[in-house]
């Protein structure tokens, strides 16, 4: 079992910065992928990107892409969303996920573990 545990979502301004972290803790987590995922009131889960954790391979999605940046420390079990140039429609609830086996994709029903989610509110 992996227990996820995001923190850093809060109220900014447009145009802003902001750093999300997801902490893994239970299971040895070298073998797996984190995905991170965003759901907007009134909307589905869209996928915000991914980074897989031996390789740290990342991968973003087409909305985010030359504005968020995905890493990780490995020895801190940890991940990070660098968020940057933040625009009102990146309000959501920030969700990390893992995968196991880096089975890194888009879809969130191929992770088996997820995070409580974090609250992101973009001011405009």
């Known amino acids: 079992q992996v227990q996820l545990v995001e923190s850093g979502g809060r109220l900014v301004q447009a145009g802003g910065s902001l750093r999300l972290s997801c902490a893994a803790s239970?299971?040895?987590?070298?073998?797996?992928?984190m995905g991170w995922f965003r759901q907007a009131p009134g909307k589905e889960r869209e996928f915000v990107g991914y980074i897989t954790w031996r390789y740290k391979t990342t991968y973003y999605a087409d909305s985010v892409k030359g504005r968020f940046t995905i890493s990780s420390v490995n020895a801190k079990n940890t991940g990070y969303l660098q968020m940057n140039s933040l625009k009102p429609e990146d309000t959501a609830v920030y969700y990390c996920a893992a995968a196991k086996y880096e089975r890194a994709t888009m879809q969130d029903l191929d992770y088996d573990y997820w995070g409580q989610g974090t609250q992101v509110t973009v001011s405009g």
């Open positions: 239970g299971r040895p987590f070298s073998s797996y992928a």
